[in-house]
C-alpha cells in the first residue's frame, strides 16, 4: 500500500470516487523527540537543529493538525536543504489540507523534480488535479503511480473514474477490472463499474455488479435502485418490483422509488398496485409532473376516463414541455370521441418530441395523427 501523507477526501471529484479513497497515514520516518513536537509553542531555530529535525517536528505538528506550525518547520528544513524532496512533499500535502491547491502543486512539482520516483508525489498532486477538472493531468500523474505500485488497487480506481470522465469507457472497464481483482471487496468499485457496463449496454453485466455491490453493502438503496432499474428494462419485472421493495424499505421517502415500482406493477398488470404507488409518489412530491402522466394511463387502461384526463392536465399545469402529457391525453380524447381535441394534443406533443429529439414519441404521435379517422 502507499503511504502517502493524509489529504481531504473532496479532493477525489466524484462521491462514488470519494467513498472509495481513505486517507492514508504518514511514511513512518524518524523522529527526534525535541521539546517543540509535543508543544504548542513555536519552533526554535537554533543551527544545532538539522534539516531532518525540523522534519521530524513538522511531523509531529501535522499529526496533531497544527499546519501552520508544521510549515513554519518544514520551512526551516529546505532553507537548511533546498534539496530536500520529502520535505516539498510533506508542504505540498500541507496545503493541499490547507486548501492552497496552486502552492502544493508548486511543493510537489519540486518534489517530483528531485525524486521522480515518488508516487505519494505523483498520488497528491493527480487528486489536485483531478479536483481542478485537469483530467489530462490527473491522468498522467496516476499513470506514474501505478507505473510505480503496479498493484496498488485505489490508482486503478481512481484512473478509472478519470477515463470515465474523459469518456474512455473501455479504459475505465479496464481500471476496474484491474483495482478489483486487486481488492475484489470494495463496494463501491463494482457500482461504478456497473454503472459503465450498463452504459455500453451490457446489462447483465450490470447487474451482476450491482449484485455485488449489494453483496458488499447491502444498505445501499442506490444499488438496489440501479439494478431494479435494469431488471425492469431487460423484462424481469417481479425482480425489479423486489429491488424497489428493497429502495423503499431502506428509503421511505424516496418519491421515485415509488413511481419507478408503480410503473413495473403497471406493465405487469397490476393497475391498482401501481395506482397506489403513484398516489404515494404524489404525496412525496406533489409537483412530480411525470407521475400524473402514469397514473392517468393506470386509470386511462381502467376505463376511468375523467380521472385519467384530470391527471393529464395536472402534468401539463406542471410541466408544460412535457410531450408524453400531450400524447397521452390526446389518446385519452380519441378514444372518448373528441376528434379536434386529440389533433390538438397530438400536434403538441409531436412539436415537443421533435424540439427534444424525442424520435420514438415523435414516431407514435405521427401515427397517432395519421390513424384518425
Not at 62 to 76: K, L, S, T
Not at 145 to 159: D, G, H, S, T
Not at 313 to 337: D, F, M, T, V
Request: negative net charge; hydrophobic residues 40%.
Amino acid at each position: 500500500m502507499i503511504k502517502i501523507y493524509s489529504f481531504p477526501a473532496k479532493l477525489f471529484g466524484t462521491a462514488a470516487v470519494m467513498t472509495m479513497i481513505q486517507s492514508q497515514a504518514m511514511a513512518a520516518l524518524p523522529i527526534v523527540p525535541t521539546n517543540a513536537m509535543t508543544s504548542n509553542q513555536p519552533v526554535l531555530i537554533s543551527k544545532q537543529i538539522s534539516a531532518e529535525e525540523f522534519f521530524g517536528q513538522a511531523k509531529a505538528k501535522y499529526a496533531r493538525e497544527d499546519y501552520q506550525g508544521a510549515i513554519a518547520a518544514v520551512d526551516q528544513a529546505i532553507r537548511l536543504n533546498p534539496n530536500y524532496a520529502e520535505a516539498y512533499l510533506m508542504r505540498g500535502s500541507i496545503q493541499t489540507e490547507l486548501g492552497n491547491y496552486q502552492e502544493a502543486i508548486a511543493d510537489l512539482d519540486q518534489g517530483i523534480k528531485l525524486n521522480p520516483n515518488n508516487a505519494s508525489a505523483y498520488f497528491i498532486r493527480g487528486s489536485i488535479q483531478l479536483e481542478s477538472g485537469n483530467l489530462q493531468g490527473a491522468l498522467a500523474d496516476y499513470n506514474q503511480v501505478i507505473r510505480l505500485y503496479p498493484n496498488e488497487a485505489n490508482a486503478y480506481f481512481i484512473r478509472g473514474a478519470i477515463q470515465l470522465q474523459l469518456d474512455n469507457l473501455q479504459g475505465a472497464i479496464a481500471d476496474f477490472n484491474r483495482g478489483i481483482k486487486l481488492n475484489p471487496n470494495e463496494a463501491k468499485a463494482y457500482f461504478i463499474r456497473g454503472t459503465i457496463q450498463a452504459g455500453l449496454g451490457n446489462y447483465q453485466e450490470a447487474i451482476a455488479d450491482f449484485g455485488q455491490e449489494i453483496r458488499l453493502s447491502p444498505n445501499d438503496p442506490l444499488a438496489y435502485h440501479r439494478r431494479g432499474d435494469l431488471r425492469a428494462y431487460t423484462g424481469d419485472l417481479q425482480g425489479a418490483i423486489a429491488d424497489y421493495d428493497q429502495v423503499i424499505r431502506l428509503s421511505p421517502n424516496c418519491h421515485c422509488a415509488y413511481y419507478d415500482r408503480g410503473f413495473a406493477r403497471a406493465q405487469s398488470g397490476d393497475l391498482q398496485g401501481a395506482i397506489a404507488d403513484y398516489n404515494q409518489a404524489i404525496k412525496l412530491n406533489p409537483e412530480f409532473a411525470t407521475v400524473y402522466v402514469a397514473r392517468g394511463n393506470a386509470h386511462d387502461e381502467l376505463g376511468n376516463r375523467q380521472a385519467a384526463i384530470a391527471d393529464y392536465n395536472q402534468a401539463i399545469k406542471l410541466n408544460p414541455e412535457l410531450a408524453e402529457a400531450y400524447y397521452s391525453r390526446g389518446g385519452n380524447r380519441r378514444h372518448s370521441g373528441d376528434k379536434q381535441g386529440a389533433i390538438a394534443d397530438y400536434q403538441k406533443a409531436a412539436e415537443l418530441a421533435q424540439i427534444q429529439g424525442d424520435k420514438d414519441l415523435h414516431t407514435l404521435t405521427t401515427q397517432a395523427l395519421g390513424e384518425l379517422p
